[in-house]
Each structure stands twice: as C-alpha cells, then as structure tokens.
C-alpha cells in the first residue's frame, strides 16, 4: 500500500458508498423512498405489493456502489491493491461518465422514471465520474 493517498478517490468511495447506503433506504423504507429518489412508480408498487424484484435489484446495485467504493479506497493507497485496479477503476470512471452524459437511449427502457430522476441522476453520475476521472489521472503511474 502506498503511504500516498488520492483524495479525489477517496472522495470517489465516499459518493459510492454514499449513493449504496441511499439505495439500501430504497430497500428499508420502501415505496416512498423508491418514489423520491425517482425510480418510478412502478417500482414503488411493486414493493407496496411485496413483489422481490425492487428489493433484489436494488440490492445488487448497492453491491456493485460498495465494490466500486472497494476500488476506489484501492486506487486511493487507503486499502492494499485488488486484483485489476487499475481496469476496474477504468471500467468505473467509464460507465459513471457514460451514464451521465448518455441517458437520453437509457430513457426508453426505463419509461417509469421521471424526466427529473434522468436529469439529478445523470448529473450526479457525471459529477461522480470527473471526480473518479481525475483521481486515476493522478494515479494512473502507480497502479
């Protein structure tokens, strides 16, 4: 592990983690949270009904928020190195990047949620990727 550490990256897991433990709010608190946080209505009354999709997709998508935080924390020296550092933070800063600036074809196959979900989410996700972005610049020699 190396005594350098990358704020920008850590700053990254911060968000990762952050958006997870959100996502695990969607899980515990149900069709309100699902609602507020723009995941749509459909969503919302799957939960109401019991239905296991929301909770289960929800959850895989807090594992892979905690994975990304995981690579992150690797990146940044605080956690020793994991098995391909340097492509996973790759493949995150890309698809954070990609999810915030091409959402307009991800709207069709999500029609439930609100144009003010697709709009706060994909700025979240650009903002979420600059800062991976610049974090493995920073790092890209050591890892």
Known sequence: MDRTRNNF?????????FAALLHLG?????????????A???MAQMD?????????ATLVITTVLLVWSLYALSGAGVIRKLPL???A????????????VAFTPLMA???????SFWL???????????VHLIGLRQVWARL
């Open 9 to 17: 990256l850590i700053v990254g897991a911060a968000l990762s983690a």
């Open 26 to 38: 969607c899980i515990v608190f149900g069709a309100p949270w699902y609602r507020f946080l723009g």
């Open 40 to 42: 749509g209505e459909q």
């Open 48 to 56: 109401l009904a019991g239905h296991w999709y929301p909770a289960v």
């Open 85 to 87: 550092t340097r492509m």
């Open 89 to 100: 933070l790759c493949a995150i800063t890309g698809v954070y990047l990609l999810r915030g």
């Open 109 to 115: 196959y999500f029609p439930g949620n609100s144009a």
């Open 120 to 130: 706060w989410s994909s700025a979240i996700c650009l903002a979420f990727g600059v």
